[in-house]
Nanobody, 127 residues
Framework: QVQLVESGGGLVQTGGSLRLSCAAS??????????MGWFRQAPGKEREFVAR????????LYADSVKGRFTISRDNAKNTVFLQMNSLKPEDTAVYYC??????????????????WGQGTQVTVSS
């Protein structure tokens, strides 16, 4: 049974920081061969891409809206992916989801390319 469990969300003031974690288990492939991504969905809006990291951690991709403020990383020994979020803004308020793309060579920001999803963690940035 595949499980992606996010943690680290919460309430923070504008300009603050949060670090999200996503622990993976039960994936059909070794975690170190799986591309991991973060997406978010604000109330009344569609789910949008935030960041993704290659299986090796050497390649990352960010949405323009978070570039320079967010950093995605992974610890393959612990089957965990992280999202460090700095300089948070009210428009970053959303439920954040981690997801797994089983195509190791794909450089995707499309949600439909990700086969497995976590339940999400709420991030609220107050102004």
């Amino acid at each position: 049974q595949v499980q992606l469990v996010e943690s680290g969300g919460g309430l923070v003031q504008t300009g603050g920081s949060l670090r999200l974690s996503c622990a993976a288990s039960g994936l059909p492939f070794t975690f170190s061969r799986v591309v991991m991504g973060w997406f978010r969905q604000a109330p009344g809006k569609e789910r949008e891409f935030v960041a993704r990291i290659s299986w090796s951690g050497k390649s990352t991709l960010y949405a323009d809206s978070v570039k320079g403020r967010f950093t995605i990383s992974r610890d393959n020994a612990k089957n965990t992916v992280f999202l460090q979020m700095n300089s948070l803004k009210p428009e970053d308020t959303a439920v954040y989801y981690c997801a797994a793309d089983l195509e190791s060579g794909r450089d995707s920001s499309k949600s439909y390319d990700y086969a497995y999803w976590g339940q999400g963690t709420q991030v609220t940035v107050s102004s």
